[in-house]
């Protein structure tokens, strides 16, 4: 069910880069808001400011303009960028997830898968290693890990074992909003689906509300109950994924729907 | 004394700068503070920072110790010593309880040290987090947040790989329950003795270019889990020329292939051959 108060809303944010003078912006004009529960895809081409507005959704950018308010836990509202550092990141490590295109920068490569998903819960205070390792233990196999390889190095992990051992690490704090930026590109179709499949069942079962910024609209049709359309910035079209991809309004999702190469 | 050279080696600025800094430190125990770092006659980690911090603490009256794994005869020592008894003029000794100011590197001495004494470490990397968080950026901002839980990311590493914490030296502790500090280089069996130590412990990092610091009867806690707590491991061995057991071993092969067990702090294991232990 989802609540009729949103979990996070984003008023009219803009962000262009001081290093390109005069040029674009890279995320004009965006609003919208997120329900708690629900997923929602972010697509467009490349350049289209997907992942800036993920990054400044997620305060790891600060935008030239516009606010991100979100309401934590507790019920409170947080203006996430103007309030102090300190709260920022507390907020990042423990009500939000991040789960990064490349696996490798996401997770930490020289310490163990164990560690790897310990290291939220040590960061909130946790201090006993029994249960973090159990815990551990518990999450791999949440997201379909052995967890007889708790202590290999992500090194050792495929590409896809790596995307599931960053989402376990990112889950393990129970986050009530998780960021994905292009989770499921760089993988193979077979692997991919796999993929999507566990997403959309953990975020079902967690009650999670997702953002997920990708270009392949077949993910946003099989994860998305909604969909916003970015194009040159700007939030072009946004509505239930069905509906968008079925019925396009706007010319360039028109363009985009019509692009897909059907195998 | 050699002529030539201000008192201490260091001009009178330089020492003020140096001043400065400690005090901060002493102010915010555990917390790093940055100094200008001087060249001086021996390379950078050979004690370079331990060596300002004792020039700018050193008084006219003061007593030196210098040691080195403990002991008062290695290389480094017996420079250091000469070093400063040749430019500061300063009396120096081998006793641990005659000390005013003692410089080390890899020990505590196992005498317990009294208010009014100084302990100078020097230290290769003064950073905790740097094996795990190579950013210094990043570092300043996890020290400024408090935010430790990497730290214990090694720890559990450790207990995963050897079921036990492996980490023997250089054990990362907590200062008056603020500031992760890296000990220097000393063996994790010295860690308790830094706990509400009633001399005043100063650390020195020359080629990193940070000074430390511990006041007097601080709170000093080594991390841990709490089903792993941390503890000290004797060597089960006794020393072969005091026969104390309760102090840290070095482990010395002979010519022969016989393994012989000595005390590492030379002047406790004269105390102890002396009959001198209280």
Avoid at chain 1, 131 to 156: F, G, K, N, S
Avoid at chain 1, 199 to 216: E, G, K, N, P, Y
Avoid at chain 2, 87 to 114: D, M, N, S, Y
Avoid at chain 2, 251 to 276: H, N
Wanted: hydrophobic letters at 40%; glycine letters at 8%; a neutral charge.
């Amino acid at each position: 069910m989802t609540s009729i108060e949103p979990l996070l809303q984003v008023r009219a944010l803009g962000h262009r880069f001081p290093s390109v003078r005069g040029g674009p912006w890279a995320v004009c004009d965006a609003s919208f808001e997120l329900f708690a529960g629900e997923v929602v895809a972010i697509v467009g081409e490349s350049g289209s400011g997907k992942s800036t507005l993920l990054n400044a959704v997620g305060a790891r950018l600060r935008p030239l303009a516009g606010q991100v308010l979100y309401r934590t836990a507790a019920g409170a509202w947080v203006d996430v960028h103007a309030a102090p550092e300190r709260q920022r990141r507390e907020l990042a490590r423990s009500e939000w997830g991040f789960v990064e295109q490349a696996a490798a920068d996401g997770l930490r490569l020289n310490v163990s898968a164990g560690a790897n998903i310990g290291e939220r819960l040590m960061g909130r205070g946790d201090r006993h290693y029994g249960r973090l390792r159990a815990t551990a233990a518990d999450w791999m196999q949440r997201v379909e890990l052995d967890p007889a390889r708790i202590d290999d190095a992500p090194r050792a992990f495929s590409g896809g074992m790596r995307q599931r051992l960053q989402i376990a690490r990112n889950l393990v704090t129970q986050p009530r909003l998780v960021l994905m930026d292009e989770p499921t590109s760089g993988l193979d179709v077979s692997v991919q689906a796999r993929l999507l499949d566990l997403i959309r069942h953990l975020s079902q079962r967690l009650h999670l509300c997702a953002l997920i910024v990708t270009h392949d609209l077949g993910v946003a049709r099989l994860l998305a109950q909604r969909t916003l359309v970015m194009h040159e910035g700007r939030i072009v079209e946004q509505g239930l994924t069905d509906r968008v991809l079925d019925d396009p309004q706007h010319p360039y999702t028109q363009l985009l729907v019509s692009s897909v190469v059907a195998p | 004394m050699t002529s030539g050279y201000n008192f201490a080696y260091l001009d009178e600025n330089t020492k003020r700068m140096l001043r400065r800094g400690l005090l901060k430190a002493i102010a915010i125990p555990g917390h790093q503070v940055p100094f200008a770092s001087r060249e001086m006659p021996l390379a950078h980690g050979w004690g370079t920072g331990g060596i300002q911090v004792t020039a700018a603490v050193l008084g006219e009256h003061d007593v030196l110790k210098v040691i080195d794994q403990g002991s008062d005869d290695t290389t480094n020592a017996v420079n250091i010593r000469q070093f400063f008894a040749r430019t500061a003029g300063v009396a120096t000794t081998t006793r641990t309880r005659e000390a005013t100011v003692i410089q080390t590197r890899h020990r505590i001495p196992e005498a317990p040290l009294k208010a009014g004494q100084i302990l100078v470490y020097q230290v290769p990397q003064p950073e905790p987090l740097y094996r795990l968080e190579p950013r210094r950026a990043e570092t300043l901002t996890l020290h400024a947040f408090a935010e430790y839980g990497l730290m214990n990311v090694k720890l559990y590493e450790d207990l995963a790989r050897w079921g036990r914490v492996e980490t023997a030296y250089d054990y990362p502790v907590r200062v008056d329950g603020r500031y992760v500090m890296a000990p220097s280089p000393i063996p994790a069996f010295d860690n308790p003795k830094m706990h509400r130590m009633p001399a005043l412990q100063l650390f020195g990092a020359g080629r990193e270019k940070r000074l430390y610091a511990i006041p007097p009867y601080t709170d000093v806690h080594s991390l841990d889990f709490e089903d792993h707590p941390f503890e000290v491991h004797l060597q089960g061995q006794a020393c072969a020329l005091c026969g104390c057991t309760t102090s840290f071993l070095d482990e010395t092969v002979q010519a022969e292939g016989e393994v012989l067990w000595t005390c590492s702090d030379s002047d406790w294991c004269r105390e102890q051959q002396e009959g001198l232990a209280l």
